[in-house]
């Protein structure tokens, strides 16, 4: 068993960082998430792994610094908060474009604008919907607790590399802020630069030698049949991982007559929902998407077949449920929403009263 | 007397080769550009000192986006403006090498201003190659932060207004002022005398990064006779007679101290 430690969420994303052997963190502070960067700096990583943790002026910079240290075949971590991540868009596209892997965290307040500080899970089109221009995917992993993540790390590096694709690990304030135990992985080395030659030089741009053709690192491609190639292979891409990466959890679905999906601090909340509602004497059961993209669509599908109703729980005016909708289909089951949003955290009963009203009532 | 191309082309006769640091591939540059010049000394450069292997650049958003394709190293393009924070990351995790930005007037001076001004803030050990033609060359002939009071560009077609458009930016005296730039000079390209001298800037940017005493910055004023519209040798001495006054060529800043004027 791993090192047991009560820590925050934001503590523990960035403890488990440095654990991973990551060779930079580039931030900048903003509420609900600062903790990310003041414990990366209070903890000294340079002198533990060597790690690299620097302060940029701004998010558009930080995102920049990724893009370079990712170019270069490190491993790059970085986090920030809704407005701070629309700041990261630009980023976020070049570094899909670019194809360099790396692991983005959102703890996510309520907007929109600067909106409030509050947790929200308001930014699900923006993560997994585009957000930056163009045909491009990020790849979500949505933690539902403090231990979700430190160990979305580990999970956000390697799909990041296997893809050569940003990771986007999609919290939210809740999970953040909270304190919970956490089970600590040890300490890994850090990628030697031989190692990275080994598993990284045919992409990576650490330097030409004369025995090899120079390395390049550009989403720009002028002539548009290059362009649309390219566009395929980042497609087939995103096929693949459709295809070998959905990641879910189910809770109490094999007798269950109503289905609730909730991903993050909803479906923590909503676990508590079942409990409430099975007191009640209504099988209810829980669809957890632990990816948002790629989004559950099959198992949630089957699942939906054998449900009476459908309830899409989320902190937004209604985002993930026009995903549930496409996965259920064309069916006489009613699929609806609820959620409280701009910052507000909906209550069991709150979810409970909803599926009466909408799911059960609305039969 | 007949002499044919071949008998000329003779070992002996040999005063001058392209690096093989510059690809074969066909600048994208204009005719009379002075881009295809500040490649060339900055890869002879990289080619004298024996550091290909230890180079990293990096491409802006502009004329220059392709300079990837001309120089033989690996090479980052950036998203507009953002070099400079591309450089930070790559140099804080390889220290060891030597990493420069190549950026054109409105992707450093205007749209990076931020980036610029805080990498040179920071003391980021990289060099900084800085053209300024005082407007934007890849989309048509916009008008630049460096574009001069007066001069017409395709958005200021009646010339550049001060009181509406504000004043042409001397970034390379602002970062000069910062505590982590250490050498700070202003070149052209322009004549095979200022080739050299810039040439040699540009050497000195490099030698000095490996000493890890903060930022070299080399401003290289360059002509654009396509933006400009004039013949390349009319270009050359519209910038002797109107860009040189107001961005006087010489070393702002050496050995971490403002040259005295």
Known sequence: ?363 | MDIAIKDIIKKENLVYTKTKLMTDNVLSYCPGCGHGTAHRITMEVVDEKGIQEQTIGIAPVGCSVLAYEFMNIDMVQAAHGRAPAVATGIKRVMPEKYVFTYQGDGDLAAIGTSETIHACNRGENITIIFINNGIYGMTGGQMAPTTLAGMKTSTSPFGRDLHSMGNPLKITELVAQLPGTYYVTRQAVHTPAAVRKAKRAVRKAFELQAENKGVTFVEIVSNCNSGWKMPPVQANEWMEENMFPFYPLGDIKVDGELVKK
């Open chain 1, 1 to 363: 068993m791993g090192e047991l430690k009560l820590m925050k969420g934001n503590e523990a994303i960035a403890e488990a960082a440095i654990r991973e052997g990551v060779d930079a963190y580039f931030g900048y502070p903003i509420t609900p998430q600062s903790e990310v960067i003041e414990y990366l700096m209070m903890e000294k990583p340079h002198e533990r792994t060597g790690m690299v943790v620097l302060q940029a002026e701004s998010e558009l910079a930080a995102i920049n610094m990724v893009y370079g240290a990712a170019s270069v075949g490190r491993k790059v971590f970085t986090s920030s908060s809704s407005p701070g991540i629309s700041l990261y868009q630009e980023g976020i596209s070049y570094i899909a474009g670019a194809e360099l892997p790396c692991v983005i965290a959102n703890v996510v307040r309520g907007g929109p604008g600067l909106g409030t500080i509050q947790p929200s899970q308001a930014d699900y089109f923006q993560t997994v919907k585009g957000g930056g221009h163009g045909d491009y995917r990020l790849f979500t992993l949505a933690p539902s607790s403090v231990q979700e993540m430190a160990d979305f790390i580990e999970l956000g590096f390697e799909i990041a590399f296997k893809y050569r694709n940003p990771v986007m690990i999609l919290s939210d304030g809740m999970i953040g802020q909270m304190m919970e135990k956490v089970e600590l992985k040890d300490q890994k080395p850090r990628w030697s630069a031989d190692e990275i030659k080994a598993m990284h030089g045919s992409w990576a741009t650490i330097g030409k030698p004369e025995s090899r053709e120079r390395n390049i690192i550009t989403s720009l491609d002028l002539d548009p049949h290059k362009q649309e190639k390219h566009n395929h292979h980042l497609q087939a891409k995103y096929r693949q991982m459709e295809k070998e990466e959905v990641r879910y959890e189910t809770f109490d679905t094999d007798d269950a007559e109503y289905l609730i999906v909730a991903y993050g601090s909803s479906a923590r909340i909503a676990q508590k929902t079942i409990m409430l509602a099975r007191e009640k004497g209504i099988k209810v059961g829980l669809l957890r998407p632990i990816t948002l993209y790629p989004f559950p669509e099959k198992p949630l599908a089957e699942l939906a077949s054998r449900m009476k109703g459908v309830l899409s729980v989320e902190m937004s005016a209604g985002q993930m449920v026009e995903d549930v909708r496409l996965a259920v289909g064309c069916s006489d089951i009613p699929v609806e929403h609820f959620g409280r949003y701009g910052g507000v955290i909906h209550s069991p009963d709150e979810v409970l009263e909803a599926l009466e009203q909408k799911i059960i009532g609305g039969k």
